[in-house]
């Protein structure tokens, strides 16, 4: 039975609300982002954040929508400069919308992994490479070609762990590689040294922003899923409730795991631990159980503290937010848990090849497109930009003026 025009109009308001609520998680990303960078790179940092957001929104506006939708990109996926009268009056236009603010916050991942060495530039265009061909490219994949058959089990990616957070933590991982690690942060013999963040208020205070906007894109994502039927209260507040559930969880493991391993609970990987949290339960938040969601945050939380031990010490990856271990390894758990707690096999195997295709085909893809770019334009500052700040080095002015803001880590080189 078709739902009711009441009922459609009840629902389409209640997406427009949780779309309205993602940008909060824009702002939490940002700030922990900032938070935990280098005080000479603030207001740089900020600056860039505001910067990708902008060419994120336009260019999956103009680009990525269409390659999502019909595998091609065509100037506004609409003929003319305008989209139809009426379009954002449907569940279609919210859910552009809904593309363009996860292209948003995909924008922001990889500079958390290129704190205080990205030059402005330079992330402006890899972001548009982002947001605009490699952020759609996985759901029309995945969703079009993949699963194409009837009789197939889609991807279960509700709120985005698998197209919004792996592809961007992939996509951090592969520009922290191309940078190398910050000048001072490893000594000679390998060690990586502590770089401690400048401002942990900012970070906690933005994981609060972070778990109000995550409410939104988790709701938001699987009542676009589910079609629009009409009947979105209840799977709505299951997927609040999840969603809720798993960040409290992941937070809590991560205090206790580094609360073993360092003795005494560690505020950033606290922080990153509700951040995996929040990006596991993305998958799942409309179908896990309140029980399976603590116990993937729970997972979420340790294996998150012990992915930012994995890239420092071992693999030589300095990424002073974690993001690729928050958002790429926690949402890999994610839509593993998802297929573990579906009890279905069918839908294992879809969760296995999902994440098959974001390692063989969008890994691969976003590093090779972001070799290529520093082919022709240069990613790094110098050292001497590093050592100013790059407050001042490309922005002429510092976040605290009236503060020193330079240390001696360079002296450790």
């Not at 296995?352 to 497109?369: E, S």
Request: glycine share 12%.
């Amino acid at each position: 039975m078709n739902p009711a025009p009441v009922e459609i109009e009840f629902s389409l308001g209640l997406l427009l609300v949780c779309v309205l609520l993602i940008p909060l998680a824009i702002a939490g990303l940002a700030l922990i982002n900032t938070g935990l960078g280098r005080s000479r790179s603030a207001a740089h940092a900020m600056t860039m954040s505001l910067c990708a957001v902008a060419v994120a929104i336009l260019a999956y506006f103009f680009f990525g929508f269409s390659v999502q939708e019909n595998g091609i990109a065509t100037p506004l996926h609409h003929s003319g400069f305008l989209p139809p009268r009426g379009m954002f009056d449907s569940f279609a236009g919210t859910a552009v919308l809904f593309g363009c603010f996860g292209a948003a916050l995909a924008s922001l991942i990889p500079l958390g992994a290129t704190a205080d060495r990205w030059r402005l530039g330079a992330a402006l265009v890899s972001t548009l490479i982002l947001a605009g061909w490699i952020y759609p490219v996985f759901p029309r994949v995945i969703f079009d070609v993949l699963f194409l058959k009837p009789g197939y089990n889609a991807l279960l990616d509700r709120g985005g762990s698998g197209f919004i957070n792996v592809t961007a933590g992939l996509s951090a991982l592969s520009v922290a590689w191309l940078l190398g690690p910050r000048h001072g942060k490893y000594f000679p013999n390998g060690m990586p040294a502590a770089i401690p963040a400048h401002n942990g208020v900012f970070v906690l205070f933005g994981c609060m922003l972070a778990w109000v906007g995550w409410l939104g894109l988790n709701s938001a994502g699987a009542i676009l899923y589910d079609g629009g039927s009409g009947t979105p209260v209840a799977p709505s507040a299951l997927v609040m409730i999840n969603t809720t559930f798993a960040a409290c969880a992941s937070a809590l493991a991560s205090a206790a795991t580094t609360r073993i391993r360092f003795r005494r609970p560690d505020a950033s990987l606290i922080a990153n631990g509700w951040m995996a949290g929040l990006v596991a339960s993305s998958a799942g938040c409309a179908t896990l159980k309140p029980a399976t969601a603590i116990l993937t945050g729970i997972v979420a939380g340790v294996i998150v503290v012990l992915s930012v031990e994995l890239f420092e010490l071992y693999l030589k990856v300095d990424d002073p937010c974690g993001s690729v271990s928050v958002h790429a390894v926690a949402g890999l758990w994610g839509l593993f848990a998802a297929g573990i707690f579906s009890g279905s096999r069918a839908q294992f195997l879809a969760q296995l090849v999902g994440i098959a295709t974001l390692l063989g085909l969008i890994f691969p893809m976003t590093y090779g497109l972001n070799w290529l770019l520093t082919r022709f334009l240069p990613f790094r500052v110098s050292i001497d930009g590093e050592r100013q700040g790059l407050d001042l080095h490309e922005l002429g002015a510092d976040a605290y003026p009236e503060f020193v803001v330079h240390a001696d880590e360079f002296l450790q080189r």
